[in-house]
């Protein structure tokens, strides 16, 4: 799928009906991938394309720092920490389309919805368009959503059993370890997920 930027669009955007306030627009989120596609946040102010540049400190876990005094091999005891920003204007010249999908946009719809900001040298060249704004009927998804919530409700209640704790979950472990080891042995058993959950509780 890749990876993609955020956008924050400062300025009015072409909405089609106001069916969230001006304001809430001013502070949605979108993505893009017509940028650096490296998860980076930018902006879309009247004084034109705005990035956050981020420097980060390497923060080690003390299990990472005493593993690696004993020269070991440990390589999860650590992890990046930001440790300031500053937002800076790009020098960008071409088009930046941005889009989003707003679920439950008006009570009964989702919103698949899509702009485009023209820039040259860096700065906003007219107005924004519309490119996209598809109202979706929400009522499966909600209904779907409401069932998946159910199921794992019901899952977890299972998992509180004497059957699940003392016995259940160290046989998913067992099946777990074993489809795995197959599925290292030449890719064999592909589609074995669907396989491996029958023999699971």
Not at 119 to 125: A, I, R, S, V
Request: aromatic share 18%; proline share 1%; with cysteine.
């Amino acid at each position: 799928m890749g990876m993609f930027d955020n956008v924050i669009c400062k300025v009015p955007l072409p909405v089609k009906v106001r069916c969230k306030p001006a304001l809430w627009w001013k502070t949605a989120e979108f993505q893009t991938k017509d940028l650096d596609n490296a998860l980076f946040d930018y902006e879309i102010r009247k004084s034109g394309l705005w990035r956050r540049h981020v420097e980060y400190d390497v923060v080690e876990t003390e299990e990472y720092k005493k593993d690696k005094k004993a020269g070991g091999f440990l390589d999860l005891g650590w992890y990046m920490e930001e440790k300031n920003s500053k937002w800076k204007k790009e020098n960008y010249t071409g088009t930046v389309n941005f889009y989003n999908i707003i679920f439950d946009v008006d009570g009964s719809n989702d919103l698949d919805v899509e702009f485009q900001a023209l820039f040259k040298d860096g700065n906003l060249d007219g107005k924004i368009k519309l490119v996209e704004w598809e109202l979706r009927d929400n009522a499966e998804r909600k209904e779907s959503g409401k069932k998946r919530k159910e199921k794992m409700k019901a899952r977890q209640e299972y998992e509180k059993k004497w059957r699940y704790k003392y016995f259940g979950k160290y046989w998913n472990n067992f099946v777990f370890f074993i489809f795995t080891r197959l599925r290292k042995i030449g890719g064999w058993l592909s589609g074995s997920w669907k396989l491996e959950s029958k023999f699971k509780f």
